[in-house]
């Protein structure tokens, strides 16, 4: 049924597949690798600053107020760190996810022709086989396409639960960086 250069074509496109699906994970490295060194780098500068700071205090008042001053910042970069990692994950996933999408339609586009080039070459009697293959094809499909939904969906629940407890963890310090000025 299948030729040699249907079988070396579909060799040749996996190994593309793979390829690109292992660049795009190095794209993603690539991401966290440099914000991992713009963090890394910005604390650097801060935490020279901020020991200047400590160092330059007088009294305990001015001290609280200055870890008062730092509280709501650090939180504030936390959330923003961890924004830019699931923003990067995502896209990666999304990237990975596009690719797979778009080569399982493909094979699935290819083992249909070949059940039709089976049907049609199939002795005579066999209608009801073909008939049940043909189903269980479109079954799989469909339950394929379902698990592809219900991803979707919890993805996008992890992400609006995500982006809620962020803005929350971020309320909570700003209250309370705002409580300790007014206590100092």
């Given at each position: 049924?299948?030729?040699?250069?249907?079988?070396?074509?579909?060799?040749?496109?996996?190994?593309?597949?793979?390829?690109?699906?292992?660049?795009?994970?190095?794209?993603?490295?690539?991401?966290?690798?440099?914000?991992n060194?713009?963090?890394a780098?910005?604390?650097?500068?801060?935490?020279?600053?901020?020991t200047?700071?400590?160092?330059?205090v007088?009294?305990?008042?001015?001290?609280?107020?200055?870890?008062?001053?730092?509280?709501?910042?650090?939180?504030?970069?936390?959330?923003a760190y961890?924004?830019?990692?699931?923003?990067i994950?995502?896209?990666?996933?999304?990237?990975?996810?596009?690719v797979?999408e778009?080569?399982?339609?493909?094979?699935?586009?290819?083992?249909?022709?070949?059940?039709?080039?089976?049907?049609?070459?199939?002795?005579?009697?066999?209608?009801?086989?073909?008939?049940?293959?043909?189903?269980?094809?479109?079954?799989a499909n469909?339950?394929?396409?379902?698990?592809?939904?219900?991803?979707?969906?919890?993805a996008?629940?992890?992400?609006?639960?995500?982006?809620?407890?962020?803005?929350?963890?971020?309320?909570?310090t700003q209250?309370?960086a705002?409580k300790a000025?007014?206590?100092?």
């Amino acid at each position: 049924m299948l030729t040699t250069e249907q079988i070396m074509a579909s060799h040749k496109a996996n190994v593309e597949t793979l390829f690109g699906l292992t660049n795009k994970a190095f794209e993603g490295v690539e991401k966290l690798v440099e914000l991992n060194l713009q963090v890394a780098r910005t604390a650097l500068t801060e935490a020279a600053a901020s020991t200047k700071a400590a160092l330059s205090v007088k009294d305990a008042q001015e001290l609280m107020a200055l870890q008062a001053s730092m509280l709501q910042p650090a939180a504030e970069k936390a959330a923003a760190y961890s924004r830019h990692l699931y923003d990067i994950a995502a896209s990666t996933g999304a990237e990975v996810t596009k690719v797979a999408e778009s080569t399982t339609a493909d094979a699935q586009k290819k083992f249909m022709a070949v059940v039709d080039t089976a049907a049609k070459n199939a002795p005579a009697g066999s209608e009801n086989v073909v008939a049940l293959m043909k189903s269980a094809v479109a079954a799989a499909n469909n339950a394929f396409d379902g698990v592809q939904k219900a991803t979707k969906q919890a993805a996008d629940v992890a992400e609006a639960n995500f982006q809620a407890l962020t803005s929350t963890a971020v309320k909570a310090t700003q209250q309370a960086a705002a409580k300790a000025k007014r206590a100092a």
